[in-house]
């Protein structure tokens, strides 16, 4: 969607006359449906000033194209300005420009970010070169014109209020390589950045440029296609076996007719495969050239796919993370805009007052902007009062938009060695539902360790790390986590405290969105949010004492008190049922993040000793 265009020659009349901000805030309204922010004003106000005599003093030609404020299809992105034109070759030339009105930045050691006073504060921000880079680079692989009409694109980054200091920490050398993708221009470098538009667009005849790339179809280029291909070929790690490949084949099969609106829906539980599955779904709809996104709640999962697939190489990070969304953006998007969407851990989509979310039912958002929706789900997994991801919602909605629904279920156990019997086990002993394995699992499949001290639980997994094993520290949210403006941005608070044991560790840092595979890691205790759906060799974790055992009842509850996840407990000081039953999901979703094995110490002793009675009946029955 595009909120202003216009010729070369109308948009230095328009600011000439002092209309273009008039203009372009009542397009925002009519196109977007909203009004724009005084910030967003105060922008337009300021940058189209400088803009503007960029454009008249480049002697670029009147017809060539201007567009304003593009908002990049399937994203909440937009693109502050974009130049359409000919070269002196004849290509079709278009180049994008992002603006900043910063005075001043610093240099970080982590890739392609800076610090820049915004809103009044100092944030991380990518570098002005990368972001005009990523959206150049979303757009070649994105939009079909752009390969269809061999359009030739170009991007750089104006800063025109940003007089440089020597030395200039945006042109430290760990910046210089995107800065040769897309070149930075600063207050002093008008000149140039005046000398680049012509070069590229001087020759005008834009107009229909603009047409082009507001009206080409969004789904993936060939380059694109080849290039995720290429990922996947390359990673042990997706590759699916038995009814893993029968449920990718069906999804295959279901969006190869995107005449008829369907839902998918691909219940298992943990280790069963869902993100194996959908994440090879996303490659292989990808290669059918359909417009196709894969959807997950969690922003750490997300992050872990993200790296996973690339191996870390950051030349490949922004090409992939587009492809990649939360759950949040599609309130607005147009009806069966997308082909097909992919939703990992389905049971953690919201409803209407989620924190961030402006629309009403995530669900219905999904079903309704995709002609094939995809679902992978487990009923079990749901930890928060407000995660309305369940079958049976899905259906429902399913039902009212007229999608056919199709379902299938994963029962076999890839994760914990193939020893499903344990994650029974654990729902036997944790009273989340009665199974046919309260004898307990193969001890040979899976490694399960009660231990006697949080310390213990740290030794095994830094020794199982130094070993060459992934292995990481879970806990649940028994223990407040100290806000980032109160000196804790990256962990550097040991916020759970154990003192009885004089143990103490960070949860992990906002900074470290890579938690769950960088190396640093291990120092750091993660939560269920940041480890929903990834999956290690070995965890320890830490229950806290949010969860005790009642000798009394004989029955496992929740210590609404020692809860800290304010929207996990909203609602329910008076429902300890379901609370307790969301606490339960919790910790099973940490005991099962291992493939190889799990140690365990509990804060509440009773719960502790409950569960050692249980343990040590297993160890005594398997041995005689």
Not at 207 to 213: D, E, G, R, T
Not at 246 to 258: G, L, N, P, Q, T
Not at 341 to 368: P, S, W
């Amino acid at each position: 969607m595009i909120i202003f265009s216009s010729s070369a020659r109308e948009f230095r009349e328009k600011v000439d006359s002092n209309l273009l901000t008039v203009t372009i805030e009542e397009a925002f309204v009519r196109k977007m449906g909203m009004q724009p922010s005084q910030g967003e004003i105060r922008a337009w106000n300021n940058s189209m000033q400088f803009m503007e005599r960029v454009i008249r003093n480049s002697n670029i030609a009147d017809d060539c194209g201007i567009l304003i404020e593009y908002n990049i299809p399937a994203t909440s992105k937009r693109v502050d300005f974009i130049v359409t034109g000919h070269d002196e070759a004849g290509n079709k030339n278009f180049i994008i420009v992002e603006l900043k009105q910063w005075d001043s930045a610093k240099a970080t050691d982590r890739e392609d970010v800076v610090l820049a006073c915004v809103g009044g504060r100092e944030r991380e921000m990518t570098h002005p070169s990368y972001q005009a880079w990523s959206y150049r680079q979303h757009l070649e692989d994105m939009n079909e014109a752009v390969h269809s009409h061999k359009l030739r694109s170009y991007s750089c980054a104006y800063l025109h209020n940003y007089r440089t200091p020597q030395p200039d920490p945006l042109q430290s050398e760990q910046y210089q390589p995107i800065i040769k993708k897309a070149p930075l221009f600063r207050s002093e470098d008008t000149l140039k950045l005046q000398d680049f538009i012509h070069k590229h667009t001087g020759k005008g005849n834009g107009i229909n440029l603009l047409y082009l790339i507001e009206n080409g179809k969004i789904r993936p280029s060939k380059k694109l296609i080849e290039h995720i291909d290429g990922l996947f070929k390359g990673s042990a790690e997706f590759t699916l076996l038995d009814e893993q490949k029968i449920a990718y084949e069906s999804i295959i099969s279901a969006a190869k007719d995107v005449t008829k609106k369907k839902t998918v829906i691909v219940k298992g539980g943990p280790g069963t495969g869902k993100s194996v599955i959908s994440m090879n779904a996303l490659g292989g709809l990808l290669k059918k050239k359909l417009n196709v996104k894969f959807v997950a709640p969690n922003a750490s999962f997300r992050s872990a796919m993200v790296e996973t697939l690339v191996d870390r190489q950051a030349k490949h990070k922004v090409r992939v993370r587009n492809l990649f969304s939360g759950s949040g953006q599609f309130y607005h998007s147009p009806a069966n805009f997308f082909d097909v969407l992919i939703v990992d851990e389905a049971h953690r989509l919201k409803g209407k007052g989620a924190y961030m979310y402006q629309g009403v039912n995530q669900i219905e958002d999904i079903i309704k902007s995709s002609k094939v929706n995809v679902f992978f789900i487990d009923d079990f997994q749901r930890i928060r009062p407000d995660d309305i991801g369940t079958v049976e919602e899905i259906k429902r909605i399913a039902e009212l938009n007229g999608s056919e629904v199709f379902e299938y279920a994963l029962s076999a156990q890839f994760r914990c060695s193939g020893a499903e019997g344990f994650l029974n086990w654990i729902d036997h002993i944790f009273q989340i539902r009665e199974t046919g394995n309260f004898n307990g699992w193969d001890q040979d499949a899976f490694q399960f360790v009660l231990m006697d001290s949080p310390h213990s639980v740290y030794d095994h997994i830094k020794r199982k790390v130094d070993e060459g094993y992934k292995a990481r520290m879970l806990a649940g949210y028994a223990w407040n986590w100290t806000d980032a403006k109160d000196g804790n941005p990256n962990g550097e608070i040991e916020d759970v405290d154990i003192p009885e044991h004089q143990f103490k560790m960070p949860w992990n840092g906002r900074a470290l969105s890579t938690w769950a595979i960088d190396e640093r890691g291990v120092e750091q205790i993660g939560c269920v949010h940041t480890s929903q759906g990834l999956e290690f060799d070995y965890v320890g974790v830490i229950i806290g004492n949010d969860l005790r055992y009642d000798l009394d009842t004989k029955q496992i509850c929740a210590d609404y008190d020692n809860y800290k996840d304010k929207m996990g407990k909203r609602g329910l000081k008076n429902d300890s049922q379901q609370l307790t039953k969301l606490i339960k999901n919790i910790y099973k979703v940490l005991i099962s993040r291992g493939m190889k094995g799990c140690y365990l110490y509990c804060c509440n002793s009773e719960l502790q000793k409950y569960l050692e009675q249980q343990w040590r009946r297993i160890i005594f029955m398997q041995k005689n």
